[in-house]
């Protein structure tokens, strides 16, 4: 049995709360090679292989606080811990193009998978935000606009698995390397890693990594949630910040660990498929939930949170679209307006806390 973090210090519960997050750093450092290795062995794309693989595993965290939270019956920290994490998600791609530096990250990332990918994340966060505005009806234990979101992530999924291999365009600057590849000429593309491990031993690897982030994104749940009581700031605020950005640190790793490899569509696969995969979490912590549909238990809060995640989604979708390679500051135009928007957004909801 856990205990119980409320009776602890604030200070030892903060402590543990950043010991936790480190723990799913370091669980999170091996993640995009394995993804990788596992990709190449059993030949699915990368951009699909980010989304299903990496998007899945590094959304462990995220299920553990939203599991969490909602079966203590706090549904602002779940709810917020899923909001904060896609909103810190996007954000991200900034480090990674930071990280890249000599190009912007959205000039080399030509796969239209991608595009689709963020598309999808923005319907599913429209969805969520209306169904916050309107408010939800409860059938058989599931809010309606909860449930409708499972369908919608079942569309994308096959969406995305069709897309893989199906591009229906190709970016002007990558036509030469896409019909060399097609012929079977060399091309100037990263060679495939020699993968020497087995596959059993790969997965079994990937596995002890999941099982890590799950038992520690447990516990930064259970601290998050103490931290919040016991500090005065609030479930919304805490959850959107604190929690939100700890258990994006999996994905910080990960896409960090891609982008060294160059493995670009995995980076941003990983990103807009843990952002799909953190939706769906909404009617799990929705089934948990007993007071209700948790959407009833969201305000103005949320909705801002939600739109703030559509904004920062919809500035790199621009940049996949247009590709535009100048950067300042080592990233390029997008990313600098997606951290510029994200502090607004901040801003926006600290001002909607304080009035509450």
């Not at 959107?240 to 990960?254: H, M, Y």
Request: glycine residues 10%.
């Amino acid at each position: 049995m856990m205990p119980d973090f409320h009776v602890l210090p604030l200070a030892l519960n903060f402590g543990l709360l950043l010991l936790c997050a480190a723990i799913v750093w370091f669980a999170g450092t091996r993640l995009a090679y394995f993804v990788d290795a596992i990709a190449v062995r059993i030949g699915m794309g990368r951009a699909l292989a980010g989304f299903l693989l990496l998007g899945g595993v590094t959304s462990l965290p995220e299920l553990a606080t939203t599991a969490t939270a909602s079966l203590g019956g706090n549904a602002t920290l779940a709810l917020n811990n899923i909001l904060g994490s896609i909103a810190t998600n996007v954000l991200l791609l900034a480090i990674a193009d930071a990280i890249l530096g000599k190009d912007a990250l959205t000039s080399v990332v030509a796969h239209p998978a991608t595009l689709l990918q963020g598309a999808l994340g923005i319907i599913l966060l429209g969805v969520l935000a209306a169904g916050i505005a309107v408010g939800d009806v409860s059938l058989f234990g599931l809010g309606i606009w909860s449930a409708a979101l499972v369908p919608l992530f079942a569309l994308a999924v096959w969406l995305s698995s069709r897309h893989e291999n199906r591009p229906t365009w190709i970016a002007y600057d990558h036509v030469e390397v896409f019909l060399a590849g097609q012929q079977g000429i060399a091309t100037p593309v990263p060679a495939e890693p020699v993968i020497v491990v087995p596959t059993g031993q790969l997965v079994r690897r990937a596995f002890g990594v999941a099982l890590v982030i799950v038992v520690a994104g447990y516990t930064l749940a259970e601290t998050g949630d103490a931290v919040a009581a016991e500090s005065g700031l609030g479930s919304s605020l805490v959850g959107f910040l604190l929690v939100g950005f700890a258990t994006s640190l999996p994905e910080i790793s990960s896409m960090v660990g891609a982008i060294r490899l160059r493995r670009y569509e995995l980076a941003i696969g990983d990103i807009f498929g843990t952002n799909l995969f953190d939706l769906m979490l909404v009617p799990v912590a929705d089934i948990l939930f007993r007071g209700g549909p948790i959407l009833n238990q969201a305000g103005r809060f949320e909705i801002v949170a939600a739109i703030l995640g559509i904004v920062l989604t919809g500035i790199y979708i621009v940049g996949l679209l247009d590709r535009r390679n100048r950067t300042v500051l080592r990233m390029g135009y997008d990313s600098l307006a997606a951290i510029a928007a994200y502090a607004v957004g901040v801003l926006a909801l600290a001002l909607v806390w304080a009035a509450n």
